[in-house]
């Protein structure tokens, strides 16, 4: 069974950086597409980026250029390095996971079968 623990959320300034991480357990890892996904208050889960298991980068238009996934698969590990956080990234942040996922599937939420317990970010303007 898949376990997925998220870290590294917290209140940070309009305009600063947050590292966020999504520690896999369970299965193994390198044969997983890691995704993260967030959902804000009154709103639906939405997609942010994914990483599949050949390490090929998807990310939501609202965030290219500001965010980076990144996986390591020797740690089981999966990163999202924020930067130029905005208000509007304000939300909790999941962590999931779907095997041998590639392609722009990976970017649906009913994709994902295994998910973290999220992480709560807050973007203060």
């Keep these: 069974q898949v ?3 998220e870290s590294g959320g917290g209140l ?3 305009g600063d950086s947050l590292r966020l991480s999504c520690a ?3 299965r193994t890892f390198s044969s997983y597409a890691m995704a993260w996904f967030r959902q804000a208050p009154g709103k ?7 990483i599949s298991w050949r390490a090929r980068t998807y990310y939501t238009d609202s965030v290219k250029g500001r965010f980076t996934i990144s ?3 020797a740690k089981s590990t999966v990163n999202l390095q924020m930067n130029s956080l905005k208000s ?3 939300a ?3 962590c999931a996971a779907d095997w041998r996922g ?3 599937t990976i970017m649906v939420v009913t994709r994902y079968d295994y998910w973290g317990q999220g992480t709560q970010v807050t973007v203060s303007s």
Excluded: H, I, K, W
Excluded at 44 to 50: C, D, K, S, T, W
């Design 71 to 73: 996986r390591d698969n």
């Design 102 to 104: 590639e392609g722009y």
């Design 88 to 90: 509007e990234d304000t």
């Design 44 to 50: 639906e889960r939405e997609f942010v980026a994914a």
């Design 24 to 26: 896999f357990s369970g």
């Design 3 to 5: 376990q997925l623990v």
């Design 92 to 94: 909790v942040y999941y």
């Design 12 to 14: 940070v300034q309009a």
